[in-house]
């Protein structure tokens, strides 16, 4: 079967690997729906593996043991095909959306209901033992997610869905919030969704006019801002009586945007930050904390609490996935129709996901 597995920086192959065999106790055996091409996914291969949660070039996996190469994928769909000793909530035939997280279960943050956080975590299609960019995959039954007769498409999304679901949820976003996003790639547009399925009125800030355009149009914001051409504190302004924002999401990662989105918050409010800043956060702790009294939190990944509501939402009809699917693939076009495409920062690219192949 076809894989598509990463070696180092720009080194991304589609190679001929064996199937995976029967499941292991514990474990199911996947047939491949559909994977979409993640942000993580795009850092990996610009700028190579990431270590300890991917293996590099001198050192393995410090849980699964694997070194490079290793097949990528952890947004992703699949079909039961077998199920391992041990497994009574599968069956051959269930849809599933996988977790890419796989949690120890024993660790103080598991046992406290964090197993986004858990210390020994690996990660499917990041860490070895195979990824949802092939034709079938083995994984622990517990991140296999049963969306009943979801499309399978639509189930390779939950992935990112949940993340945002997960932000949203930490957040507190009640009906009625005003709330603002920064940045309206997929994981923006997630929590736009998100938050307008609770009854948000969402502002997104984003200057790309593509992606802008694509939020309003499928009504998960009701306002748009270019800004580097608007003053999106007085939009806040505007779109709040003049009260500012009740809650801000940063899912650009990008630092003036940070202090940007803290600055439309009423005393009191909460900044969400989403997005990984790629250099660190300085705030100025009596202006910025002391003076506002606003919350700042980070949010991580999901549990499986977040699955099931976003898998909810998902069926009820309250979010659609249909508009943010860009473009289907195959295993062969996946450097230069997916990862090229979604790196172009002018680009109007979503989610692009990708057909297994044997």
């Known amino acids: 079967m076809k894989a ?12 001929e690997v064996e199937e995976p065999g029967a499941p292991d106790k514990g474990w199911v055996s996947l047939d491949v729906g559909w994977a979409g091409i993640c942000g993580s996914d795009l850092h990996l291969y610009q700028d190579g593996p990431s270590y300890p949660v991917t293996p590099d070039e001198d050192r393995e996996q410090p849980v699964t043991g694997a070194s490079l190469p290793i097949t990528l994928g952890h947004e992703f769909s699949g079909t039961v095909t077998a199920v391992g000793e ?40 990041l860490s070895g033992w195979g990824g949802g960019l092939s034709a079938a995959v083995n994984v622990p039954a517990q991140v296999a997610v049963p969306v009943g007769d979801m499309e399978l498409e639509h189930a390779a999304m939950i992935e990112p869905l949940s993340v945002s679901t997960h932000a949203v949820r930490l957040a507190g976003v009640e009906e009625g919030d005003v709330v603002v996003v920064g940045g309206a790639g997929p994981i923006g547009v997630f929590v736009a969704a998100v938050a307008t ?21 499928t009504g998960v914001a009701a306002v748009g801002v270019n800004p580097t051409e608007e003053d999106l504190l007085e939009v806040v302004k505007e779109n709040s009586d003049g009260l500012l924002a009740d809650v801000a999401f940063d899912c650009a990662g990008v630092i003036p945007v940070i202090h940007e989105l803290a600055g439309t918050l009423h005393p009191g409010g909460h900044l969400q930050l989403v ?49 943010y699917i860009t473009a289907k693939i195959a295993p062969d076009d996946v450097v ?23």
């Open 4 to 15: 598509v597995r990463l070696y180092g920086a720009k080194d991304l192959r589609v190679d």
């Open 86 to 125: 041990g497994v009574e909530d599968l069956k051959e035939g269930d849809r599933v959306a996988v977790m890419a997280g796989v949690w120890c279960g024993e660790c103080v943050a598991c046992k406290a209901g964090k197993t986004n956080l858990c210390q020994k975590v690996w990660g499917l299609g």
């Open 197 to 217: 399925a609770r009854g948000a009125r969402v502002i997104i800030s984003e200057p790309n006019a593509a992606r802008r355009e694509l939020a309003l149009k």
């Open 275 to 323: 997005a990984i800043p790629g250099k660190p956060l300085e705030l100025d702790v009596l202006k910025d904390l002391h003076r506002t009294e606003i919350v700042v939190q980070g949010a991580y990944g999901y549990t499986r609490r977040d699955y099931d509501e976003a898998i909810e939402a998902v069926q009820s009809g309250r979010i659609d996935l249909d508009p």
């Open 336 to 358: 230069e129709k997916g990862f090229a495409a979604l790196l172009d920062k002018d680009g109007t690219s979503v989610k692009i996901l990708v057909a297994p192949e044997r």
